[in-house]
């Protein structure tokens, strides 16, 4: 299923044991009652608290003869409008949403003006200091290709079984767009991302804009593989995860 969500009210998309509300929680019991049998539902890429989604693929097993157009209608009638299923397709054998995709899309919004927009305060990071647009779209250049972004992503718990995971990953594409009227969107694409790596690298893009760092300390910053040089992550309500590709003749 392709799943379109409003992150406001949710505690993140992975479903908790301790009772609070997600997305995944939230759709895999409404799933459940629809079909009348359990499910296991894996997802493209877990999105943080606040986080939103248009584009967000889960995958799960149904009973043989299900009929998918029903239970598209049935979800969006119990689940909409924070929760919306766009389409219900019938996957190859053993399809899985996380290990078969092979490249994720974000989008991150600014609302860069003196006033802000009541429509997209829960959309959009709402920036009054004028920033330099040149500067940011400068500073995506070093982003492209494949690199350890150790510097742009929340550690990982520690722990002593195994070595720590990767934090290499392969960026396809990074921009800036001015869509007019002081909204400006940043848009990412990669083999994967690891925690708050997209919120992080606006955090920084950002203080590029405000003057306060330079374009080229994204490359520095980026070859430290030091956390701390980095800025603070932007907040969870700009970002949205847009889509998700997948090669399908695996």
């Excluded at 409008?81 to 389409?87: H, Y």
Aim: hydrophobic letters at 40%; charged letters at 20%; one cysteine or more.
């Amino acid at each position: 299923m392709t799943v379109a969500y409003i992150g406001t009210g949710f505690h993140g998309f992975a479903a908790q044991k301790s009772g609070v509300t997600t997305v995944a929680g939230t759709l895999i019991a409404a799933t459940e009652k629809v079909l009348g049998v359990p499910i296991d539902l894996t997802c493209a890429g877990r999105t943080d608290a606040g986080v939103h989604a248009w584009g967000q693929v889960v995958s799960f097993d149904v009973p043989e003869g299900c009929d998918l157009a029903g239970l598209q209608r049935s979800l969006n009638k119990l689940l909409g409008p924070s929760i919306v299923v766009r389409s219900v397709d019938a996957g190859p054998d053993g399809f899985d949403a996380r290990r078969w995709a092979t490249a994720r899309a974000y989008r991150y919004t600014v609302v860069n003006r003196p006033v802000p927009d009541p429509f997209l305060a829960h959309l959009a990071w709402h920036i009054e200091e004028p920033l330099d647009l040149r500067a940011m779209q400068l500073a995506c250049d070093p982003l492209i290709g494949e690199h350890d972004f150790t510097s742009f992503c929340k550690k990982p718990p520690s722990s002593t079984i195994g070595d720590p995971p990767s934090m290499v990953r392969r960026v396809h594409d990074a921009r800036w767009t001015d869509l007019g009227e002081g909204v400006l969107r940043f848009e990412i694409e990669a083999s994967a991302f690891c925690h708050q790596m997209v919120r992080s690298i606006v955090g920084t893009m950002v203080a590029v804009g405000k003057g306060r760092k330079r374009a080229g300390d994204m490359a520095w910053t980026l070859r430290s593989q030091d956390r701390s040089l980095a800025s603070s992550p932007a907040p969870p309500q700009g970002l949205t995860l847009w889509s998700v590709a997948y090669d399908l003749s695996r």
